[in-house]
């Protein structure tokens, strides 16, 4: 996970809070590029659009937002980052999961932003490699 190996993760940390984990959940802009985010459970409806500082999306990919909490979230996420699973495990909601209840520090933040930089990199590198038939 060194910088110089994963470099830029652009998925910036919005919102104004406490950085409390409450409820991880991932949002999705809506399907026919008009209005706000889909609604999540106990997250409020309303959501502005992505700013700039996240990356715009490539060959038709999902960019959302993974809400920590009503109010802060990381911009920019492509949706295999947060469904991709290795074992039984999905890492980008189990690591959150585990800090339920605490709040992130800066470092926790940038750790975050590196995980999804580093699953997304893992599918695209999974993808690439061909099976033999």
Same mark, same amino acid.
């Given at each position: 996970m060194e910088d110089a190996a994963i470099g830029a993760t652009p998925y910036p940390f919005s919102g104004d809070g406490d950085y409390v984990v409450v409820k991880p959940a991932y949002s999705e802009p809506p399907r026919d590029g &008009?209005?706000?985010h889909e609604v999540? &459970?106990? =997250?409020?409806?309303?959501?502005p659009p992505l700013r700039s500082g996240a990356p715009p999306p490539r060959n038709g990919e999902v960019l959302?937002?993974?809400?920590?909490?009503p109010d802060q979230y990381f911009e920019g996420v492509p949706q295999i980052a947060w &469904?991709?699973?290795?074992?039984? =495990? *999905?890492? $980008?909601?189990?690591w959150l999961k585990d800090r339920k209840g605490? $709040?992130?520090?800066?470092d926790d933040?940038?750790? =975050? *932003?590196?995980?999804i930089k580093i699953l997304i990199e893992t599918d695209r590198i999974m993808k690439e490699i061909k099976l033999p038939l």
């Open positions: &008009e209005g706000d999540v &459970e106990g =997250y409020p409806s309303v959501t959302g937002r993974v809400h920590i909490n &469904e991709f699973h290795i074992g039984g =495990y *999905q890492p $980008a909601q189990k605490r $709040a992130l520090s800066f933040v940038v750790h =975050y *932003q590196k995980i």
